[in-house]
C-alpha cells in the first residue's frame, strides 16, 4: 500500500493515474456537453492508493472537479476496474456538488451525506439527507439519482415507501407593472369645475 500524507492533486486521465499539480479556479469551465470528456481532479490532505484493492482514498477538504461539475466532502473513495476510474463515492457531512448544465445556465446544486459518482454512466447518486436545487424546483429525498448528461432528477424509489419525495416549486417573479405612470396619472390635478352663470335679468 501506498501513502501520501501531503496535500494533492490526482488527475484520473484514461488507463492511467497521474500527480498534477493544477489550478483547481480555471478560467471558462466547461460546460455540460464536455463534462465526460474532461480529466477528474482531486484535491485533498492526504492521499492513499491500494494497487492490491485498486481503490484510492483521499481525505480532508477534499475538492474533486471533472469540467463544471464541483464535489466538496470530507472522503473520498475511487474504485478503479481496469486501470480506469469506475466508482468515486464521497462522504461527509454534507457532502455538496454543483454542476452548470449549459453557458450562462443558473448551476444545479445538490448536497447529501453519501454520493456516489459513475463517470462511465454519467450518473450521480445521492443517498441519505438528499436534496438537489434547480432553477426555480427544489428536490428532497434519502435517493436521488442525478443524470450529468441530461440533467434529469430522479427521486425517490418505488418499491420503498421510507424513501418518500419532497418537492417545492417556487413560482417565477412576475413583470412588475409600471407604478410610475399609473401613479403620475393619479397625482395629476383634475380641472376645477367652473360656476353656473344665470344670464336672465329680471
Known sequence: ???NKKPCSLALLGSRCCLLLLALYSEGASALESDANQPIIIDSNTATYD???AISIYTGNVVSIQGSIRVLSDKLVVYFVDGE???LVFTGNLAKFKQTPNEGAQDITGEALTGEYYPKKNLLVLI??????RETGAYSSDRIVYDLKT???KAGEKESTSKRVHVVLQPKEKEQ???KEQSTESEQPKAKEQPTVNENSE
Request: charged share 35%; no cysteine.
Open 85 to 87: 476510474a469506475d466508482k
Open 177 to 179: 407593472p409600471n407604478t
Open 1 to 3: 500500500m501506498k501513502q
Open 151 to 153: 440533467s434529469l432528477v
Open 51 to 53: 494497487d492490491l484493492k
Open 128 to 133: 441519505d439527507k438528499a436534496t438537489v436545487w
